[in-house]
T-cell receptor, first 115, second 110 residues
Framework: NAGVTQTPKFQVLKTGQSMTLQCAQD?????MSWYRQDPGMGLRLIHY???????DQGEVPNGYNVSRSTTEDFPLRLLSAAPSQTSVYFC??????????????FGSGTRLTVV | DAKTTQPPSMDCAEGRAANLPCNHS???????VYWYRQIHSQGPQYIIH???NNETNEMASLIITEDRKSSTLILPHATLRDTAVYYC???????????FGGGTRLMVKP
């Protein structure tokens, strides 16, 4: 099925551990991004990419790294997990860097708990 | 992003129209207004967007005032499955970065 696939769906980490959240889309979308959503809050942009090899920071980038080696994949790396990074993480993609004609497609999320 | 203001919550009876307002008084001439919704624990879902003309699709209608300082999302016949948080967004640069605020929590009641 076409769409944005996020793995894993759930993850528990210990403080200080590192891990990579995976995001893949099969719609040939140029634009991909990562958001986090804390309980009862709106979404906050972490990092985004307007194409392979191009990434930039969003509103809350500290503690996270990204890379975009292919159009399809946009992994998010937690360098040294902290309890403050407990959140739900959403990946989103769009056909082009301009969403004038196209909305964003979101994945189903990764629920991360850092203990 | 232009700042948007939405009521924190609204109720609507099942089968009736749900009218969700959004104030974006600082919007600039080239900023579109986008609406997304988030059903509990799921990823946000794109609904509709517009610049200055009213828009309609299979999900909803978007009414934008002539001065573009506010808009209303209309769900013509709300169902229980429309219970969700609805976000109104007016991003810069034609939507390169979306900023989600608190949104409106719509509760559709039987």
């Amino acid at each position: 099925n076409a769409g944005v696939t996020q793995t894993p769906k759930f993850q528990v980490l210990k403080t200080g551990q590192s891990m990579t959240l995976q995001c893949a889309q099969d719609m040939n979308h140029e634009y991909m991004s990562w958001y986090r959503q804390d309980p009862g809050m709106g979404l906050r942009l972490i990092h985004y990419s307007v194409g392979a090899g191009i990434t930039d920071q969003g509103e809350v980038p500290n503690g996270y790294n990204v890379s975009r080696s292919t159009t399809e994949d946009f992994p998010l790396r937690l360098l040294s997990a902290a309890p403050s990074q407990t959140s739900v993480y959403f990946c989103a993609s769009s056909y082009s860097r301009s969403t004038v004609r196209y909305g964003y497609t979101f994945g189903s999320g990764t629920r991360l708990t850092v203990v | 992003d232009a700042k948007t203001t939405q009521p924190p919550s609204m109720d609507c009876a099942e089968g009736r129209a749900a009218n969700l307002p959004c104030n974006h008084s600082t919007i600039s001439g080239n900023e579109y207004v986008y609406w997304y919704r988030q059903i509990h624990s799921q990823g946000p879902q794109y609904i509709i967007h517009g610049l200055k003309n009213n828009e309609t699709n299979e999900m909803a209608s978007l009414i934008i005032t002539e001065d573009r300082k506010s808009s209303t999302l209309i769900l013509p016949h709300a169902t229980l499955r429309d219970t969700a948080v609805y976000y109104c967004i007016a991003p810069e640069n034609a939507g390169n970065m979306l900023t989600f605020g608190g949104g409106t929590r719509l509760m559709v009641k039987p």
